[in-house]
Structures are given as structure tokens and as C-alpha cells.
């Protein structure tokens, strides 16, 4: 479900290269040239076309992006051109260090990715920082949603479809009675979200509203200050929905005044080759608006010419 | 610092397998010539002997010897035949499932293996129960004791040798803050041992001798009796001095009344392709008697030979 558009004839790395060389050189940068190929290379392809880079030019190529482009649209070029392990080593660690309880990029790279795609990024993380995510994760947050994302980080579920039915239903129980109670930091509680697989929590949650009438997630509202409250519903969807938390994202990063670049090139980066075309169709579904023209309505530039690319409009 | 003994020839993995075909034949068991075959095969070997007796004789070699065998010798025998990971999955999950706060094997696994090594047994827990290790660790332990032992399953620690010695310093002063508190379950006692690497543990753990006089073990021993204080001795002794570790292990498995043969088939068989040579070492300097003769003085049978076979005693 990639929105990813790539030609049907891809050009060697080394002519790839040496357009991007091009795009650099003399006065001013091409950035057209620039999107023109990275906009429109898969994961592999621009790997292999930093390591030709980096053997022919003797440059790192994120370093000569980081050089000649700017802002926003910087960060874009610099997010995609990174490998999906290192990415989300380097939006964890930006993250942590610049924990806020609002912040939620820790839980979407604990809880919308493979369990072995989050390994691969604790393995990026030690190689990138030399030391580990959870260790950063454990200095960085505190209290209970140190306790949470702690856990949630240095999570690798189960990711078969066996589910124990009659677990299913003791823990819905707890999980009601927990909610009931208000006691959502309870270590039984939280250990649920944190350790079950995917699909023993879906039993458990379509039990809890088969049982008690309602989505959990709506149960988690009770208190919409809450951000510790705010951080178990991104838990949950992203396990669950992921495509329906990022349409979100997307709604709020650009929906109303101004536009959360942040959250919106994070999303587009991330999901471009997973899932970004479910989370189009969701936000059409949502907003009634087509997510290319909402973006195209709320960025400019090139920013704006590298995410339509992403989202795969135009010719590759 | 294996003790193990493979022979300068060793022969073929179908030789071996003939071999043990004609140890189960008829009545009884040829228990000497699977001795002689099992307890001197390297664990890349052992593998490939499994597979081959698949293949040739459509049996699984670990049911057979089951079959086969009885008692302390077959546990043994059993646990040597699985490849590592495996290995660890199973002992970690009889640990949690008949779990008891003196229970360390849950810290063995997590402590006094690399992280890659700790990685693959809870991939191999994945495919052997079908759910994750954390998963059990969370549902079956309780308490204080779950908030320790659940982040140290799912760690995934750094192992550079790089050390922040501003940060040693002031993470031994808090320790030895929450420690002069008995404040030993606290969140930001516990993070510390359960994230942070060796190498920075041991920088931290130095720094408390320095400025405090004692090593931390000896401070954490202030009440004995305390089961949450014995978890964290061993939590930093399988870190920082395995070796020391497992040779107490063995030391209380044999030292008095009785054996404790769970105990010693468990630290000879997952350490003799590690440290067990370190380990038998260590036991003499402490005890003044060779590690071998302390066995072979406590057990007996076709159990002592081959746990003797393991420490390498005899001809390959």
C-alpha cells in the first residue's frame, strides 16, 4: 500500500549519483532535480544510492543535502533519504531528548511497526547514539509515562494470530474494572497494552465492548486533559488502527490554523511505503477532501513538490 | 573458555546419528555411547546431528532421548542437545511458569547473556509457546519483583565500551541515596539496573565503592532475608562477574546436604561453551577443591559422567 511512485526504467545508482551532482553544483541547488529522483526511489534504491554517493564523491549525500537545502523541506529530503532503522533511531532519539507528556513519536515506533522493525531500530539507536533506546527512554520520561513508554519501547510481541479467548475476556474485565476505577497507571493494567500481541489485545478489546458496551478507546476519553490517558489511545490505535492515528495526525498537523510540519513530514516519511495509501483513503473518508490537494492547499515549494511526490502524484 | 572436548576428527554427523541409533536399539540404552557422542559435539555440531537424525530416521532426536532416558541425566542430556536460544526460551519459560520470588534463572537469561544472545531466545520463545517471553514474565510474576524482572527480559543493552563518567558518578550517588533509604524499588533506583550497559554500570558500581567504601552487592545485602535485595545482587553479579555468579550457583548445588540438580545441569550446560573453564576456577579459589572432583564427589551415575564429559574430563 505504497503511494511510492518509481519509473519503470530506474536508472543506475551511478547515473542517479551523478545527476544529484549535478543538482549541487555551481550557484544555487536544483531542487527540482533533486525530488525528481529521490521523490521517486524505494527504500533500497536510495540505499544503494548513498553508498555509490559515498564511494564515488568520497561525501556523505545526507550531509550535502543538509548543506544545500533548508528548512522544512531539508528535513523532508533528510527523514526519506535515511534508512527506515535509522530513521526511527533518530525520531526516537529527538524524542527523547525532547520529551514532552504530548509527545507521541515514542509510541508510534514502538506500536506501529513489526516487531523486528522495532529491534532494527534499537540496533540503529546503538549504533547511531552508543547506548540503547530504552536507556535514553528511562532517563529522558518520568513517572508513569516513563512506566509506559518503557515498556512499550523494549516491547518484541507476538506476532502470530492465536488468540486465548478466555484470556481474552479475564483481561477485558480487568480492563474495565481498572477504567472503572480511574487506576490507569496500575502496573496490571498497563502491563496488557505493553506485552500482549496484537491480536490477543483485539480479542480482548472487542470483549470489552461486546461486555461493556463501548470502545475502550471511548473509555479512555473520560478525561480529554488527560495526556497520560491521550498517550493509551495512541497506544491502542496504533496497534490496532494505525492508519486511522495517522490520518489523524494528519487532520490535526494540517487542519485548522498554521501546519505542524513536524508531525506531517514524519508521517509522509514513515508511512510512503507501508501504509500511506490506507491512510489517504481514510482521510478522504474523514475530512471529505482528497489528503494531496488538503497538503497541497497548506504547504508551498518544494516542501510541497517533495510530499505530493511521496504521496505519488505526478509522473515518476 | 570452553571446557568442552571434541575429538581432532570428528566424525560425520550420519556417523554420529548411526551411532545413537545403535545406543537406542533393542533393550536398555547404550547410555555411555551417547555420552561419548553428545558430550563432545560443539553446539554448531549438535545441531547438525539433529537435523541429520531427522532426516534419516524421521524422529525427533529430543523426543528419542527422552524415550530414552530418565531422570537427572535425561534433563541433562535434553537441555545439551537444544541450540542456545532454544535452550534459554525453555528454561525461561518453566522459570516464569512455576515462578517464585527465588527464582534467578529469569536474571540469568537476561543478565549473563549478550544482547543479541538474550534477542534470540525471545525469538525462539515466539516460535516455541507462541506468545512473548515478556508476555509470561508480565502475567506470572508479581509486584516489585515484575517491575524488575520485566524490564530486564526486554532489555536490549548497549555494549560499547564507551562510559559517561559524569553520569556514573551522579547515578552511584543516587543510588546510594535510594539504598541509605531502602527506597530499593523505586522507578529511578531500578532503571539504572535494568538499562544501563556494562560498561556503565561497572563505572557507576566503582565510583559507589570510591566515594561510599563498600561495593554496591555489600550494601544491598543489608537485610538478607529480603528476596528483591538477593535479585539485585544477582542482577549486578551476572552483569559485571558471571563467573563469580555461577560459581556460587554451583556452590550452594553441591555444598551441603543434598544436590540441587536443576541448579548444577543448568550452569553446566548453558555455561560449558562459555565461561565454564572461568567458572571452575573461580570455584577452586574459593573452596580449595578442583570444580570436577566437588561433582564427582555429589552425584553419580551416568549424570555425573556426563556433566564430567562437559567440564572436559577424559578423552574426547
Redesign the interface.
Known sequence: MSTLKVPQSVPSAADDCEQLRKAFAGWGTNEGLIISILGHRRADQRKIIRETYAKTYGEDLLKVLDKELTSDFERLVHLWALDSAERDAFLANEAAKKWSSSNRVLVEISCARSSEQL?AA??AY?VLY??????DV??RTT?DF??LL??LV???????D?VDLSLAKTEAKLLHEKISKKAYTD?DFI?IF????RA?LNAAFNHYKDEFGKDINKDLKADPKNEFLALLRATTKCLIHPEKYFAKVVRLAIGGQGTNEENLTRVVVTRAEVDLKIIGEEYQRRNSVPLERAIAKDTSGDYEKMLLALLGQGDA
Open positions: 529491534l534499537r540496533r546503538h552508543k547506548k540503547s533506546l530504552e536507556e528511562a532517563h513517572g516513563r512506566k518503557l515498556l523494549s516491547s518484541y510481541r507476538y506476532e502470530g492465536e502496573d502491563k505493553a506485552t500482549r500481541s490477543q
